[in-house]
T-cell receptor, first 112, second 115 residues
Framework: KQEVTQIPAALSVPEGENLVLNCSFTDSAIYNLQWFRQDPGKGLTSLLLIQSSQREQTSGRLNASLDKSSGRSTLYIAASQPGDSATYLCAVRSYNTDKLIFGTGTRLQVFP | DAGVIQSPRHEVTEMGQEVTLRCKPISGHNSLFWYRQTMMRGLELLIYFNNNVPIDDSGMPEDRFSAKMPNASFSTLKIQPSEPRDSAVYFC?????????????FGPGTRLTVL
């Protein structure tokens, strides 16, 4: 059974710092991995999707990497801003299913 | 594109009442997912449909929960009778699983409170 873990659970950093959020999964036979952002009281917004054949994806100040063999993904946020404050969730899709298994999220606060 | 549309956005009801949540997926998407999010359990998949057919309902908590997708542009999640422990935010998401980029797109959610 696939399990997804995110560390740390919460993170508070000053504006301008580069930071890394971690996601680990127990079954490396994944189809893809998706990173989401959730603002308080809102739905989830897709940030990046990495297919199993890819090593990384980039969008603006965000870079997500994938190491299937070790069961890990990281989300790198460069030059963090207060507007980046949100909860970040990773989710894994395995082969032969359309289901996403979500981690518990990392709650990020970037203060001015 | 309007994105995934959910209604109502907020629902407050009394224990024992029937609750119906509605979802309109993004046009052209062929898969639809119902999730529930709580502080204790995080985000859980309840059921998903592919081409209007229920594929996996193993996450549906019990018989009080039912979901339908009568056509490609509409789905409902019904709770009857509702209980206080059903209080949560319910999200609907859709995707086009046949595409090379099968990101799931989420609706804004329905916040359900059962008194």
């Amino acid at each position: 059974k696939q399990e997804v873990t995110q560390i740390p659970a919460a993170l508070s950093v000053p504006e301008g710092e580069n930071l890394v959020l971690n996601c680990s999964f127990t079954d490396s036979a994944i189809y893809n991995l998706q990173w989401f952002r959730q603002d308080p009281g809102k739905g989830l917004t897709s940030l990046l999707l990495i297919q199993s054949s890819q090593r990384e994806q980039t969008s603006g100040r965000l870079n997500a990497s994938l190491d299937k063999s070790s069961g890990r993904s990281t989300l790198y946020i460069a030059a963090s801003q207060p507007g980046d404050s949100a909860t970040y969730l990773c989710a894994v899709r395995s082969y032969n299913t359309d289901k996403l298994i979500f981690g518990t999220g990392t709650r990020l606060q970037v203060f001015p | 594109d309007a994105g995934v549309i959910q209604s109502p956005r907020h629902e407050v009801t009394e224990m024992g009442q029937e609750v119906t949540l509605r979802c309109k997926p993004i046009s052209g998407h062929n898969s639809l997912f119902w999730y529930r999010q709580t502080m204790m359990r995080g985000l859980e998949l309840l059921i998903y449909f592919n081409n209007n057919v229920p594929i996996d309902d193993s996450g549906m908590p019990e018989d009080r929960f039912s979901a339908k997708m009568p056509n490609a542009s509409f789905s409902t999640l019904k709770i009857q009778p509702s209980e206080p422990r059903d209080s949560a935010v319910y999200f609907c998401a859709s995707t086009r699983t046949s595409g090379s980029r099968d990101e799931q797109f989420f609706g804004p959610g329905t916040r359900l409170t059962v008194l």
